[in-house]
């Protein structure tokens, strides 16, 4: 599957942002998708994991993030949406898309994740 991520912009304290991600080639149903981001001299960090669950579609949200940011999926179109509200400086990084199939204990792990999105930068600044 190939995955290209959009949405990254500037925007200032306190806004939101949505970022895209859209998927060819296969269907993203089956995959866990992830969002991860790595700011400047940052380690790549996640920040939600969604999984198929019991049926349904599981999301699950770092700390950081919790609370701001809803993770959606839109199978006509085989793509992931991350909306990020209440947005700070702290939140200032290059947003990747992924989708692999980690165990649930390594979900959070990068590595554990094949394919990639290009990445788009979101930048929040006054």
């Known amino acids: 599957v190939q995955l290209q991520a959009s949405g990254g912009g500037l925007v200032e304290p306190g806004g939101s942002l949505r970022l895209s991600c859209a998927a060819s080639?296969?269907?993203?149903?089956?995959?866990?998708v992830a969002w991860f981001r790595q700011a400047p001299g940052k380690e790549r960090e996640g920040v939600s994991v969604?999984?198929?669950?019991?049926?349904?579609?599981?999301?699950y949200y770092s700390e950081s993030m919790k609370g701001r940011v809803t993770a959606s999926r839109d199978k006509a179109k085989n793509t992931v949406s991350l909306q990020m509200n209440g947005l700070n400086s702290d939140d200032t990084a290059v947003y990747y898309c992924?989708?692999?199939?980690?165990?649930?204990?390594?979900?959070?792990?990068?590595?554990?994740?094949?394919?990639w999105g290009q990445g788009t930068l979101v930048t929040v600044s006054s």
């Open positions: 080639g296969d269907t993203l149903n089956s995959y866990t």
């Open positions: 992924a989708a692999g199939f980690p165990i649930l204990s390594s979900q959070w792990d990068s590595r554990n994740y094949r394919h």
């Open positions: 969604s999984r198929n669950s019991g049926g349904g579609w599981r999301t």
